[in-house]
């Protein structure tokens, strides 16, 4: 029998819920329990799919092709659980789903409203697709008291009700500002969050108070007798040096033992910690570094990239260095500056992106990459401007392009349904953009002895993608002519998956998105080869 976890948050959004959540899945993990992640956003997007990354972040992709909130990524790589596409839902998806069925007939003849209807297929989603869990755990998106969230929070309430409070734990992640003019912490912003919580039914069991400083014993006191809760299951979360160090400080305060006694349950192994505390160790201590530019156009919103940047930062726990991601904005990089800009890298790396604004300067970057023999490489839309750069350069094709970027062009990418028998474009007739992609896991054939073989030691791979534009693979031999191998194919060889130089100590494009499946205690190989290909650049 399953027990459900629901995490809420309170007084301002971005506390950490989504690492709090992951880190308690380590740990119950870790003590031998089996364990799922489940996130509910409470935006009316069917998915995150459609929105700009200054809006919401990076887009996290699945396995089985769903497009979800990055809190998912930070589940997969602390817990090393894929997450499905049952495991993230919005409320656009939700109404979406009960209007559909009010169409259908579906509620017979009922006026159809928020409660019990909504609220009967949030709970829907919670329950389903669970089989042999002992621990469920939900995030809530959002912050109590939002108008959005409500049918959320009012969904848990009836689900504890019905299944039973002794299977049901709430907890509540709340802020603890620190004043510095007054020298003191305030603990007023934590009541009335919990205030809010309980005016709509939800009593927490467990407040895990977020801090730049430690929370003195009194304080804590107080939080417990104003939110009524026990004063063990008030934990703090001091801000920590890396995400890493998370599962040991939610360890050391006892997070995970106040769960299991809250359950009636007791560990059935020891939990390790010994992995953590080596990365941190190597994260924190490591003399070494490794100067790597990102060139984007999102570079100014920190989440926008997330489990690219995790997975650089893998890379060097791979290689024991310190990873400095040099973020350059590729919407204002100019021809004469990218030698400048460059100047102390060691590697560069084009991300994935869609959208013509700044595909210039990357393709710049690339050329300046390419002939300095600095290690690159470039993901998704980063492999696609790799290959436009060397056809512009090398195959002397002065308007080859995207037809995503512009329509009169040599297109050496485009939609996958443009293509025909003579190369001419048939554009696509479909108009909607969401849910239209090459979405999740695909395998690739590796060319043997070429440089993505070594890297992988395999000769298939399956790997996750997003992107809706395809490599023109009518130009395979010309490229491989002057030395660009098209040395990942597709099972059917017709669409190209890894491109890489052969007059290049590192080059590298995939049309996949490897970040995506890169793991602290499992680096992706191909990021720990590109960080010691550029821990070894002169």
């Known amino acids: 029998m399953a027990r459900y976890i629901f995490v809420t948050g309170g007084v301002v959004s971005s506390l950490g ?12 993990k870790s003590q031998g329990y089996k364990v799922r992640l489940r996130k509910m956003d409470p935006y009316l997007n069917v998915d995150p799919g459609t929105m700009s990354p200054f809006q919401h972040g990076e887009v996290f992709v699945t396995d089985d092709g ?10 997969e790589r602390f817990t090393n659980i894929s997450s499905k596409q049952s495991d993230n839902i919005t409320t656009g998806r939700i109404y979406s789903d009960v209007i559909k069925r009010e169409r259908k007939g579906g509620y017979l003849g009922k006026t159809v409203q928020v409660i019990p209807h909504i609220t009967d297929r949030i709970k829907e989603f919670i329950k389903k697709d669970i089989t042999n869990e002992d621990f469920v755990i939900c995030e809530i998106g959002g912050t109590v008291g939002d108008i959005e969230s409500l049918p959320f929070v009012e969904a848990i309430r009836q689900f504890s009700n019905e299944n039973g409070k002794s299977k049901t734990l709430f907890i509540h992640l709340t802020f603890v500002p620190f004043l ?27 407040i895990i108070c977020r801090s730049q400083q430690s929370i003195s014993l009194d304080q804590r006191k107080k939080i417990s007798l104003f939110c009524n809760v026990p004063i063990e299951n008030v934990i703090e979360t001091v801000d920590v040096r890396t ?7 939610f360890y050391n305060q006892k997070l995970d033992k106040q769960v299991l006694k809250f359950f009636k349950l007791k560990p059935k192994k020891r939990a390790n910690l010994n992995p ?48 400095n991601l040099i973020r350059i904005d590729s ?23 869609f959208g013509k604004r700044g595909t210039e300067g990357k393709i710049s970057a690339i050329k300046f990459a390419r002939e300095n023999k ?48 003579d190369g001419k474009i048939i554009k696509g007739t479909n108009k909607n953009l969401g849910g239209t992609m090459r979405l999740g896991l695909y395998e690739a054939k590796l060319r043997n002895n070429s440089a993505i073989n070594r890297v992988y030691k395999s000769s298939s791979i399956k790997e996750r993608h997003r992107h809706r534009y395809e490599v023109n693979n009518k130009l395979k031999s010309q490229f491989e002519n002057k030395g660009l191998i098209f040395s990942g194919m597709s099972p059917d060889d017709k669409l190209p998956e890894i491109i890489e130089l052969k007059s290049h100590p590192w080059f590298i494009g995939v049309q996949f998105h490897p970040e995506f499946k890169s793991r602290p205690l499992s680096p992706h190989p191909l990021f720990s080869s590109f960080i010691k290909a550029s821990k070894n650049h002169k």
């Not at 819920?17 to 899945?25: E, H, M, R, T, V």
């Not at 919103?301 to 726990?317: C, N, P, R, T």
């Open 66 to 75: 769903a497009e979800t909130d990055l809190d998912l990524g930070h589940y």
């Open 243 to 249: 995400i890493y160090e998370a599962p040991i400080s």
């Open 180 to 206: 510095k003019s007054s020298d003191e912490i305030k603990t007023k912003p934590t009541q009335h969050s919990v205030k809010e919580l309980r005016s709509i039914g939800i009593q927490p069991d467990i």
């Open 374 to 421: 600095i290690p690159f490489l470039g993901i998704c839309f980063g492999m696609q401007m790799a290959i436009i750069e060397f056809a512009r350069n090398k195959l002397k094709i002065k308007k080859a392009g995207s037809t995503e970027l512009e329509g009169k062009c040599y297109p050496v990418i485009g939609l996958i349904n443009e293509w025909d028998k």
């Open 276 to 323: 953590w505390k080596k990365i941190t160790k190597i994260v924190l201590n490591t003399k070494k570094s490794v100067n790597i530019a990102i060139i984007g156009k999102y570079v100014n919103l920190k989440d926008a990239y997330k489990s690219l940047d995790e997975a650089l930062v893998h890379g060097g726990i791979a290689n024991n260095v310190k990873v």
């Open 331 to 353: 919407d204002n990089l100019k021809n004469n500056e990218i030698k400048t800009k460059l100047k102390n890298v060691s590697g560069l790396l084009i991300p994935g992106g």
């Open 17 to 28: 819920k989504g690492l709090s959540s992951a880190s308690l899945a380590y740990l119950l």
